[in-house]
């Protein structure tokens, strides 16, 4: 009987073992391209690789140029999350927080300006009344 717990228990270690080199493997690439500056900490926020969901948010952002663990520290403290909250762990108006906050002004217009918006097809024209003449509007309710 222990033979039997022996003989599948050294296959499933040694995999284990693999797929944990895989992952430190796929980090360090990651930290190369954010390090010099391929990739941006807020792109691996957004959309995490399977590599880095169990990934600490502490370690994600000190790996980018000039983070050290004072302004990481400082910066997840004044958003209220943990240095070790994993980032497939974060919740979507987390992600979309952290990312903005580190993607440069000129960039956050382009990618995070909301859409205007728009009425559904299903929903009849409503009667729009103001200091002007009434007009019929595609207005949401």
Do not use: H, Y
């Amino acid at each position: 009987m222990s033979e039997t717990a022996t003989t599948t228990r050294a296959p499933q270690r040694l995999q284990a073992l693999e797929r944990a080199n895989e992952i430190r493997l796929a980090r360090a690439e990651l930290k190369r391209r954010i390090a010099c500056g391929s990739l941006a900490a807020a792109e691996v926020i957004l959309d995490p690789p399977c590599a880095a969901q169990s990934w600490a948010i502490g370690e994600l952002l000190m790996s980018q140029r000039r983070w050290g663990t004072t302004r990481c520290r400082k910066f997840l403290l004044r958003n209220q999350i943990s240095e070790t909250k994993q980032v497939g762990g974060l919740t979507d108006r987390q992600r979309r927080l952290l990312a903005l906050q580190l993607t440069p002004p000129a960039v956050q217009e382009a990618v995070f300006t909301p859409e205007p918006p728009v009425a559904s097809a299903c929903e009849p024209p409503r009667l729009v009344t103001g200091a002007q003449e009434p007009r019929l509007a595609l207005v949401p309710a």
